[in-house]
């Protein structure tokens, strides 16, 4: 082999060595692709009370919203049991807490809350007037961060039935927490609805449940009837009054089937947990990003039921109404 000829193979393998040594340094094994983690939503529950009925709205809202967003949702619930500065303190820890949309059964609930974010999504479950109550600026229209579902009351509907059950009863009572804003546009409806008929509407409040019995009491011979609106408080202290006023031997009629399984003479009313399960499915559009609650008008429930006492309504000696056995579901069976 020629010297010139071993020169270059030398320089050759030195090359291929320094190449192979700035590689060795300088090589990077490719990293093994990670997938993107899943947003995980953090939803609040801000429940007045716990109750049987209001119970079954959260649990229809997390039905449906379950069903709709595939990535985790991480849920807390806080029940402030009407008692107000509970209320505060429960509605700053929703707002301090980088909560994604927070879910309100209770009209008192959703005020604070309102107070103290303009920014976090709150959908209402259940609340009786938002427009009353100041949370929205119309049902069309919200215009805030502010929409959900209604369970204003069917007052009329429910007049009607007394008058089929009761037709000699004119003097019809109703007790209710005068603090409570949503019970006021229940009183105002019921009373309209009352002079709208002829009959005479009679109020009683109270300030808490333990108020109940003294005040269902205060009513014997002033009323022939006595209905339990969906107040806070009077749903609270719903087996206290339903007992009272059976000891008196005053009727009560109401405005959802576990009041009538409990001993209302009858109930006209809606499914609270459908209700719930409405609003979660506004919750999931709004998380998708899909619409803002300013422009997601306030569903307002229409569909009704009978619900009717069989076993209540004889202990009062009275007959069910014919046309109610085609119409009505029967609690008592």
């Known amino acids: ?24 340094y300088n090589w990077k094994a490719p990293s093994p692709k990670t997938s993107e983690q899943p ?19 959260p649990e229809g809202f997390r039905e449906a919203l ?40 209770g009209t008192n609930c959703a005020q604070s809350l309102a107070k103290k974010t303009s920014t976090i999504p709150i959908v209402l479950g259940a609340a009786t007037d938002p427009v009353e109550a100041g949370l929205a600026d119309s049902w069309d229209k919200p215009g805030k961060n502010i929409t959900g579902t209604s369970d204003l009351s069917p007052v009329g509907i429910q007049l009607d039935r007394l008058r089929e059950l009761l037709p000699d009863a004119t003097r019809i009572g109703v007790i209710y927490n005068p603090s409570e804003d949503n019970s006021k546009a229940i009183i105002s409806r019921f009373e309209a609805e009352c002079k709208k008929r002829g009959l005479t509407p009679i109020m009683a409040t109270i300030a808490s449940q333990n108020e109940m019995k003294q005040t269902v009491v205060s009513l014997v011979g002033k009323v022939d009837a006595l209905y339990a609106p969906t107040d806070a408080t009077v749903q609270t202290a719903f087996d206290v009054l339903i007992k009272t006023a059976n000891e008196i031997k005053l009727p009560v009629f109401n405005c959802d089937e576990g009041t009538a399984q409990k001993g209302a003479i009858f109930s006209v009313g809606f499914n609270y947990k459908d209700i719930g399960y409405t609003s979660g499915e506004m919750a999931a559009k709004i998380l998708k990003g899909t619409a803002q609650p300013a422009d997601m008008p306030i569903q307002l429930v ?22 109610w056995h085609n119409s009505g579901i029967d609690v008592s069976k």
Do not use: C, W
Request: proline share 5%; charged share 20%.
């Open 1 to 24: 082999m020629k010297k010139n000829a071993r020169y270059g193979l030398v320089l050759g393998l030195i090359i291929l060595l320094i190449g192979g040594i700035y590689l060795s």
């Open 39 to 57: 947003k995980t939503y953090r939803v609040g529950i801000f429940q007045i009370v716990r109750h049987p009925v209001l119970d079954t709205v």
């Open 66 to 105: 379950d069903a709709r967003i595939s990535e985790p949702i991480e849920y807390k619930t806080l029940v402030p049991e009407g008692d107000p500065g509970k209320i505060e303190q429960m509605a700053t820890v929703f707002t301090t807490e980088n909560f994604d949309l927070v879910f309100v059964v």
């Open 302 to 323: 229409s569909n009704t039921s009978l619900f009717y006492n069989t076993k209540q309504i004889e202990a009062f000696d009275l007959d069910v109404p014919a046309e």
